[in-house]
């Protein structure tokens, strides 16, 4: 049950799971008391009509039938009594403190009482007060121990209402008639309470393990905060750094243009800032649909930035179809393609590229496509990490693909699909399943 939690609430855990279960037990008891005292006064009532319309009563009956006539007083009292220790067993199961515990404690104390004297009152039904119909509310009074808010607590407020069980039943019995007998059920009951309230008292002893694991899972996280940071600091420095310094070394000797300048500051401001830390997803909004997704996703937005930067770059195909991409998709999608455009710029020895964008049911595919020198994937160094880093694992993150077509002197073709919500005809979309992302980090990933 304590599988997991930290060790400081274990045994807040443990208290509040004995607690409930001993409440539940108790207000069952109460209940079977409540229907058992009903029923029996029900009986004893047509029991008295038929003794008083008796013509030829024996002394004996007269006699019985005056006990059975102060029965209902009796029956009455035992009912309220009944009812109000259930209505404070209800306000401690919902707030556990010291008073409304000796509460229960005194009201139990005298509803055992009157229901004991009741039911033993009832000539001839009863031979012994060990009879288990008897004990119910004794029952109910001993689960008084599972509402302590320790072991030491819970053991001895049951003590203590075992025993004051015990005394109001020897006096109903002496009061009857009825001879006292030691019933199993109650010393059964609380006996098998004081044996789990002490049972939780050496499990907590046994925390060494609890406080292991839950020191292990607290490492895991960690490693995978880390590892998330590690691939956000190096993506943040190849949509930054890299791409600011490849702008500089293309631009015109002179000074800048506005265009450049306000992508380095907008650049040095992102650096100096932490939102690039936080979860970029609650600060997208989603895409517009129609012909304006285009003009408004983030991968025009990073078409355009290359341009800036002296790239002539060609579009086609099914540009509205941008606006199917969730604001985390068209996010990372744009920043593959950013990284695509460049290496164009720095690789290719050409200054044009062609994007085309197709769609498909459950898909969205850009291909960024170069006629430049081309390169030998295989053979490129480790230093470099755009296509590996920069692209790829962005693209794989999402549940997508990345494919690379190029041989040298034959040009550059970079194939990246993203899943994306399935169009039904109602004009609902429903999303794709992207798979989760439980790989470990690969060496042979920061290359490129």
Same mark, same amino acid.
């Given at each position: 049950?304590?599988?997991?939690?930290?060790?400081?609430?274990?045994?807040?855990?443990? @208290?509040?799971?004995?607690?409930?279960?001993?409440?539940?037990?108790?207000?069952?008891?109460?209940?079977?008391?409540?229907?058992? +005292?009903?029923?029996?006064?029900?009986?004893?009532?047509?029991?008295?009509?038929? &003794?008083?319309?008796? &013509?030829?009563?024996?002394?004996?009956?007269?006699?019985?039938?005056?006990?059975?006539?102060?029965?209902?007083?009796?029956?009455?009292?035992?009912?309220?009594?009944?009812?109000?220790?259930?209505?404070?067993?209800?306000? *401690?199961?919902?707030?556990?403190?010291?008073?409304?515990?000796?509460?229960?404690?005194?009201?139990?104390? $005298?509803?055992?009482?009157?229901?004991?004297?009741?039911?033993?009152?009832?000539?001839? *039904?009863?031979?012994?007060?060990?009879?288990?119909?008897?004990?119910?509310?004794?029952?109910?009074?001993?689960?008084?121990?599972?509402?302590?808010?320790?072991?030491?607590?819970?053991?001895?407020?049951?003590?203590?209402?075992?025993?004051?069980?015990?005394?109001?039943?020897?006096?109903?019995?002496? !009061?009857?008639?009825?001879?006292?007998?030691?019933?199993?059920?109650?010393? @059964?009951?609380?006996?098998?309470?004081?044996?789990?309230?002490?049972?939780?008292?050496?499990?907590?002893?046994?925390?060494?393990?609890?406080?292991?694991?839950?020191?292990?899972? !607290?490492?895991? !996280?960690?490693?995978?905060?880390?590892?998330?940071?590690?691939?956000?600091?190096?993506?943040?420095?190849?949509? &930054?750094?890299?791409?600011?310094?490849?702008?500089?070394?293309?631009?015109?000797?002179?000074?800048?243009?506005?265009?450049?300048?306000?992508?380095?500051?907008?650049? *040095?401001? &992102?650096?100096?800032?932490?939102?690039?830390?936080?979860?970029?997803?609650?600060?997208?909004?989603?895409?517009?649909?129609?012909?304006?997704?285009?003009?408004?996703?983030?991968?025009?937005?990073?078409?355009?930035?290359?341009?800036?930067?002296?790239?002539?770059?060609?579009?086609? /195909?099914?540009?509205?179809?941008?606006?199917?991409?969730?604001?985390?998709?068209?996010?990372?999608?744009?920043?593959?393609?950013?990284?695509?455009?460049?290496?164009?710029?720095?690789?290719?020895? +050409?200054?044009?590229?062609?994007?085309?964008?197709? @769609?498909?049911?459950?898909?969205?595919?850009?291909?960024?496509?170069?006629?430049?020198?081309?390169?030998?994937? @295989?053979?490129?160094?480790?230093?470099?990490?755009?296509?590996?880093?920069?692209?790829?694992?962005?693209?794989?993150?999402?549940? /997508?693909?990345?494919?690379?077509?190029?041989?040298?002197?034959? /040009?550059?073709? $970079?194939?990246?699909?993203?899943?994306?919500?399935?169009?039904?005809?109602?004009?609902?979309?429903?999303?794709?399943?992207?798979?989760?992302?439980?790989?470990?980090?690969?060496?042979?990933?920061?290359? !490129?």
């Amino acid at each position: 049950m304590t599988l997991g939690l930290p060790d400081h609430l274990v045994t807040r855990a443990l @208290s509040h799971a004995l607690a409930r279960a001993a409440h539940w037990f108790a207000l069952t008891c109460l209940a079977a008391s409540l229907t058992a +005292i009903i029923l029996l006064s029900l009986s004893t009532t047509a029991a008295t009509t038929a &003794t008083t319309a008796a &013509t030829t009563a024996t002394t004996a009956a007269t006699t019985a039938a005056a006990t059975l006539a102060t029965t209902p007083t009796e029956t009455l009292a035992t009912i309220v009594a009944l009812l109000l220790m259930a209505a404070v067993l209800i306000a *401690l199961s919902l707030r556990r403190t010291v008073a409304l515990t000796i509460a229960y404690l005194v009201t139990g104390t $005298v509803a055992t009482y009157l229901y004991t004297i009741t039911v033993l009152g009832i000539p001839a *039904l009863f031979p012994s007060s060990n009879v288990f119909l008897v004990t119910l509310p004794k029952l109910a009074l001993v689960m008084i121990g599972g509402a302590g808010v320790s072991a030491r607590a819970g053991v001895l407020w049951s003590t203590t209402a075992f025993v004051l069980a015990e005394a109001v039943t020897v006096y109903a019995a002496t !009061q009857t008639e009825v001879p006292y007998g030691a019933d199993v059920f109650t010393i @059964s009951t609380y006996l098998f309470l004081v044996s789990v309230l002490l049972l939780t008292v050496f499990v907590r002893r046994e925390w060494s393990v609890q406080i292991a694991l839950h020191r292990a899972m !607290q490492t895991d !996280q960690t490693r995978l905060l880390r590892h998330e940071l590690d691939l956000r600091t190096l993506a943040l420095g190849q949509d &930054t750094t890299l791409q600011q310094l490849v702008a500089l070394a293309r631009a015109h000797p002179g000074p800048l243009s506005a265009n450049l300048a306000g992508s380095i500051s907008d650049t *040095l401001q &992102t650096l100096r800032g932490t939102d690039w830390l936080t979860d970029a997803d609650a600060l997208s909004v989603e895409p517009h649909g129609g012909t304006d997704a285009w003009l408004t996703s983030a991968v025009y937005a990073a078409i355009e930035r290359s341009r800036d930067r002296g790239l002539v770059v060609e579009v086609t /195909g099914d540009r509205a179809a941008l606006g199917r991409l969730s604001p985390a998709s068209d996010r990372e999608l744009s920043l593959a393609v950013q990284q695509c455009l460049v290496n164009v710029i720095l690789h290719s020895g +050409i200054v044009a590229a062609e994007v085309v964008i197709e @769609s498909e049911p459950s898909s969205i595919s850009l291909m960024v496509m170069d006629a430049g020198r081309g390169f030998t994937e @295989s053979e490129t160094g480790a230093d470099r990490l755009g296509l590996r880093q920069a692209v790829r694992r962005r693209i794989e993150r999402l549940g /997508g693909s990345v494919s690379i077509l190029t041989r040298p002197g034959a /040009g550059t073709s $970079v194939m990246l699909s993203v899943p994306v919500a399935i169009e039904e005809p109602g004009g609902h979309a429903e999303p794709t399943k992207q798979p989760e992302q439980t790989e470990t980090p690969d060496p042979e990933r920061v290359a !490129q």
